[in-house]
């Protein structure tokens, strides 16, 4: 039994369907959690013994008794079986509620809908489709990745050509069970779901995916939120799925309790599905499933944590350190990262032709950023990331793969860069995402960087983001200490200010 929905019935003249005598039909509007269905009371009358504010007919129309029984006896017969339907249901419909009124209209619905599978058992159905075609196009992104490792250009050609036959078969597939779900679920009459909402955000993704317009490791973040949300409705509710307008703000609120508290979530990683959900309910607005997301008002605010930057001794030591083998190359990498800004993705799809003479007649690096649907990075190249570039531009890796340099897999990658950090001893834990704040901190606005070109060099399109990553360093701090002293005081620690040093100064000159 479901005590929360609240139903509205509205009594007016149908003026759209007036007959050519110009009488209009009396009908019921039947509300239900913004739904609604429209029920003729068998009347027409003209417009003229239409009572607007009590929502009765006129004394003067020779029927107006007779109507306006039959107009109290439908409300109350709407609201009693209302109550009976809520008594065995948990969703009721208006569709529900306008067959019990009019059982004759609906035997021959009823009978269809008594050979198709119910809504839950269909919501079952679209999901199994959708993770179906998220497993397949997961699959085409592995063997891409797998194909990025191949040498000889002569099978990278065929395996390339293979992949694009792929995707554009499952892009087919993925758009045709699209149409088949909405038809399903354009049904105006048929109530959605929290797993259709979730659904419905997946399938765009997986067609965007493989024209790609986004990338496939977002996805794989979704498939995390979708299977977090599962848990925690059955945990939470002990149910597979929830209507949505069942759905109230206090879900977001229990969904980042039972995050954080019994899935060993941090703030930020919580926060991150919560704020997917929100965004999977925006959609089911927009397609006018419901009228307001419910969890609009949910704040979804994130914990900015404090990354120690690495020092200039840190970045010297790492550079004039003697190493040799997957050593050398992952250092080498990482170095690259801390100059350019440049992402692990990126840094490992550089290509001869992403070097470009710049607008100052220096060779510039210009690539699309993957995470930001091809965001383009231009970064003129610093001394260092040349001599890197020219160090490799012999590597039989480079050479066959037509790379700019020899890079290992993200997991090799990772393992070998800590591990060069432990051994050279240094103060701070290198991984490759931590090279994109190196340069954003260290590199750039240490050296007085404006902050819109650090985040148009790191391929932002906010600067908000940028932020994140360029922190305001003891050195920063330093520096610019060390400039107001010089401007604010005399060589003897006297305040002079900035006003009257100067003239203070050619007063001490002459004598004064």
Known sequence: MNTNQKLSLLIFLNRKKSSADGKAPVYCRITIAGLKEELSLGYKIVPDHWNVKHKRVSPQHKNAAAINLKIKQTKTSLEHEFLKLQALHDRVTPAMLKAKITPEKVKSQQATDANLPSPVQQNMDISTKVDNLIRECLELDKEERKIKKLIH??????????????????????????????????????????????????????????????????????????????SFVWFRYQKADLWLPDIQLSLATHFYDYLTTHDDCGHNNAVKHIKNTKQALELSVTN??????????????????????????????????????????????????????????????????????????????????????????????????????????????????????????????????????????????????????????????DNGMPLPV??????????????????????????????????????????????????????????L
Not at 190 to 210: G, P
Not at 349 to 359: C, P, Q, T, Y
Request: proline share 3%.
């Open 153 to 230: 250009p002569a099978v990278i050609e065929e395996r390339n050509f293979l992949l694009a036959e792929q995707k554009k078969k499952l892009l087919e597939r993925a758009e045709k069970a699209h149409l088949e779900i909405n038809t399903i679920l354009d049904n105006k009459e048929r109530t959605k779901s929290l797993l259709n909402a979730l659904d419905e955000q997946l399938i765009l993704f997986v067609k965007n995916v493989l024209k790609a317009n986004r990338a496939a490791t977002t996805l794989r973040k979704w498939i995390f939120t979708k299977k977090k949300i599962c």
């Open 454 to 511: 650090v985040g148009k060099i790191l391929g932002h399109k906010s600067i908000r983001t940028t932020e994140r990553y360029a922190k305001v360093s003891r050195l920063n701090i330093s520096r610019n200490m060390r400039r107001i002293k010089r401007l604010l005081f005399d060589e003897e620690g006297k305040f002079v200010g900035t006003v009257w040093k100067d003239d203070l100064q050619e007063a001490f000159r002459g004598g």
């Open 288 to 445: 006018g499933w419901i009228i307001k997301n419910p969890i609009e008002k949910f704040r979804c605010t994130y914990i900015d944590p404090e990354i120690e930057p690495a020092s200039e001794w840190e970045i010297i030591t790492l550079i004039n350190a003697e190493l040799s083998g997957a050593e050398d190359i992952v250092r080498d990498g990482f170095l690259m990262e801390c100059f350019t800004g440049y992402a692990y993705e990126e840094l490992n799809s550089l290509r001869r032709s992403d070097i470009v003479i710049g607008i100052d007649g220096e060779k510039w690096l210009r690539t699309g950023r993957k995470k930001t649907n091809g965001t383009i990075e231009t970064v003129p190249l610093l001394p260092i990331a040349l001599q890197i570039l020219d160090k490799y531009k012999d590597h039989p890796a480079c050479l066959y793969r037509d790379k700019l340099l020899p890079v290992y897999s993200n997991q090799y990658y990772n393992k070998h860069i800590k591990a060069v950090g432990r051994k050279l001893s240094l103060n701070i834990e290198l991984h490759p995402h931590r090279a994109r704040h190196i340069f954003a901190t260290t590199i750039a606005l």
